[in-house]
């Protein structure tokens, strides 16, 4: 959980446009929320000591880089975005089959919304939500070497991820 008085924490996020591969208003719509949620409540702290023993708040942007996750990171002084701190990568191996089997799930979740008993929809939902936590889990656990987050912020970091990863 951020504190507004907490430098670890990420001040700004965006997702590099030329990462996205597809683009319509659910997948825009599901973007600003994770991001506006991001932004409104996370922790987030690189471990490797970063130039001038910078330790934030952070200006952050996700891309795709060769079928890996970069998360470049700047001060919260770097508006434009000029002078990188550091990059944090990740490989996305892990992480395929749980995001190929939640875009599964939300593909009946959203079938489900039309046609199917309240019941079967929360069973769904269930499912998609569950499979939403391992992959944070994953993301947590893959990247506890380099950054130190809390749940949440892995949730919504999960979220912009498979914004992505959305073919």
Known sequence: MSESGSSYRICHI?????????????????????????????????????????????????????????????????HQLTR??????????????????????????FAAIKS????QIETIDMARRSLHDEGSEILQERLGEKVKMDFSTARRLFTLICVLQIR
């Open 14 to 78: 965006e997702l590099d446009e030329k990462s996205i591969i597809r683009r319509n208003a659910d997948i825009d719509h599901e973007r600003r929320v994770a991001i506006f949620d991001l932004l409104e409540e996370n922790s987030y702290q690189p471990m490797e000591a970063l130039p001038d023993n910078y330790v934030g708040p952070y200006r952050i942007v996700l891309r795709m880089e060769d079928n890996r996750l970069a998360m470049d990171i700047y001060s919260d002084e770097d």
């Open 84 to 109: 990188k701190l550091t990059i944090i990568a990740m490989p996305l191996t892990l992480l395929r089959r749980t995001i190929k089997e939640y875009f599964h799930i939300c593909d009946s979740y």
């Open 116 to 119: 199917s008993s309240p019941r």
